[in-house]
């Protein structure tokens, strides 16, 4: 009987111990199943996982403000952001180099148009510092001109260019156009997703941090970022700023665009219009970036009028240059 009972109790043991195995078993192949999906998203789903959460410029701002690296810029109404736009540091920059901007005439474009320089060309800041004839040369064009000349002008001075346009790039998403020069018809967005459009096509919006992730460009020197863009300039500027530690941005040239409708808002409405794009200024100065050109795009129609500065005009686009402080 003892030892019917003893062996009772030890089958109970038995049982209770395979049991105790059994579901230490599963909680292992549960976590390395886990640990395997986990990686397996890393791998392959990255970028896609991670950009969800969008970064918020206004926080990103204040983190890039608390140690600005040049004297920050205070908004005291209107006046102050035209003052910044009249007033770059000319003397920054001691040699210029001018790319694209080649006058070849375009079926869609008027003689003026195709004869405006300030339209065609970037010019970029040769100083010393910034190696421009130093390899490697990674150079970002957000919307490529109809004749490529930028693009072309790029990769012939060896630099790596990806030209992005969703309008114009339409083979595919990606198109290798020779050794360097890469396009991707993306439009830049504060998230990535994909817009469906009225005539059925879908827009690829990308993030700035999206793009670098997806192109392997995470922590690179890029030497210039150029922008032709209509608009969206402003997201691609806050963008920058919001991912200040993405890319070693050297230098951005950008066309700025600001709405004909600033004229007809009210004093308060354009003060507080005009303090949302200072913002962007601001961040640059705190991140480093001098302002080192700007020249008014002369052929686009109407006048910005500010009232607050004695009803002076303003041309509605000006080619603008940001050179960092090394
Ligand atoms: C600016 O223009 C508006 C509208 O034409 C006019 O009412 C106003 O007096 C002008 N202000 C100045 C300072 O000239």
Same mark, same amino acid.
């Given at each position: 009987?003892?030892?019917?009972?003893?062996?009772?109790? %030890?089958?109970?043991?038995?049982?209770?111990?395979?049991?105790?195995?059994?579901?230490?078993?599963?909680?292992?192949?549960?976590? =390395?199943? &886990?640990?395997?999906?986990?990686?397996?998203?890393?791998? $392959?789903? *990255?970028?896609?996982?991670?950009?969800?959460?969008?970064?918020?410029?206004?926080?990103?701002?204040? %983190? =890039?403000?608390?140690?600005? +690296?040049?004297? @920050?810029?205070?908004?005291?109404?209107?006046? /102050?952001?035209? !003052?910044?736009?009249?007033?770059?540091?000319?003397?920054?920059?001691?040699?210029?180099?001018? $790319?694209?901007? #080649?006058?070849?005439?375009?079926?869609?474009?008027?003689?003026?148009?195709?004869?405006? %320089?300030?339209?065609?060309?970037?010019?970029?800041?040769?100083?010393?510092?910034?190696?421009?004839?130093?390899?490697?040369?990674?150079?970002?064009?957000?919307?490529?001109?109809?004749?490529?000349? $930028?693009?072309?002008?790029?990769?012939?001075? /060896?630099?790596?260019? !990806?030209?992005?346009?969703?309008?114009?790039?339409?083979?595919?998403?990606?198109?290798?156009?020779?050794? $360097?020069?890469? #396009?991707?018809?993306?439009?830049?967005?504060?998230? @990535?997703?994909?817009? @469906?459009?009225?005539?059925? /096509?879908?827009?690829? +919006?990308? /993030?700035?941090?999206?793009?670098?992730?997806?192109?392997? !460009?995470?922590?690179?020197?890029?030497?210039?970022?150029?922008?032709?863009?209509?608009?969206?300039? *402003?997201?691609?500027?806050?963008?920058?700023?919001?991912?200040?530690?993405?890319?070693?941005?050297?230098?951005?040239?950008?066309?700025?665009?600001?709405?004909?409708? &600033?004229?007809?808002?009210?004093?308060?409405?354009?003060?507080?219009?005009?303090?949302?794009?200072?913002?962007?200024?601001?961040?640059?100065?705190?991140?480093?970036?001098?302002? &080192?050109?700007?020249?008014?795009?002369?052929?686009?129609?109407?006048?910005?009028?500010?009232?607050?500065?004695?009803? +002076?005009?303003?041309? @509605?686009?000006?080619?603008?240059? *940001?050179?960092?402080?090394?």
């Amino acid at each position: 009987m003892k030892d019917g009972k003893h062996h009772k109790h %030890e089958g109970l043991w038995r049982r209770n111990k395979a049991k105790c195995v059994c579901v230490l078993t599963v909680a292992a192949l549960m976590v =390395v199943v &886990v640990v395997v999906g986990a990686t397996v998203v890393y791998q $392959f789903f *990255w970028p896609q996982v991670t950009v969800y959460v969008p970064v918020n410029f206004e926080d990103k701002l204040k %983190e =890039v403000c608390v140690s600005p +690296r040049l004297s @920050p810029l205070e908004y005291k109404g209107v006046e /102050s952001f035209f !003052h910044y736009l009249e007033s770059p540091d000319v003397d920054h920059c001691y040699s210029w180099v001018e $790319f694209g901007g #080649e006058k070849i005439p375009i079926p869609s474009q008027s003689e003026k148009e195709c004869s405006d %320089e300030v339209r065609k060309v970037k010019y970029i800041c040769f100083n010393e510092e910034y190696k421009m004839t130093h390899d490697p040369c990674l150079v970002y064009s957000f919307t490529k001109d109809m004749d490529n000349q $930028f693009e072309r002008d790029m990769q012939l001075f /060896s630099c790596e260019v !990806h030209a992005f346009d969703h309008e114009k790039v339409s083979e595919a998403e990606h198109v290798q156009r020779s050794e $360097f020069w890469m #396009e991707h018809a993306w439009a830049i967005s504060e998230a @990535p997703y994909d817009k @469906p459009e009225k005539d059925g /096509s879908i827009q690829r +919006r990308r /993030s700035l941090d999206y793009i670098t992730q997806a192109l392997g !460009h995470n922590k690179r020197e890029l030497k210039f970022l150029k922008s032709d863009l209509e608009g969206r300039e *402003w997201i691609l500027l806050r963008q920058v700023i919001s991912n200040i530690k993405l890319l070693d941005i050297q230098q951005i040239g950008v066309r700025l665009h600001l709405p004909t409708t &600033v004229n007809q808002m009210s004093g308060e409405a354009r003060h507080q219009y005009f303090a949302k794009m200072f913002k962007v200024f601001q961040g640059l100065q705190c991140a480093g970036y001098k302002y &080192v050109m700007g020249r008014a795009v002369k052929y686009y129609k109407g006048f910005i009028r500010i009232p607050e500065i004695n009803n +002076r005009t303003f041309y @509605p686009a000006y080619e603008v240059n *940001w050179a960092k402080v090394l």
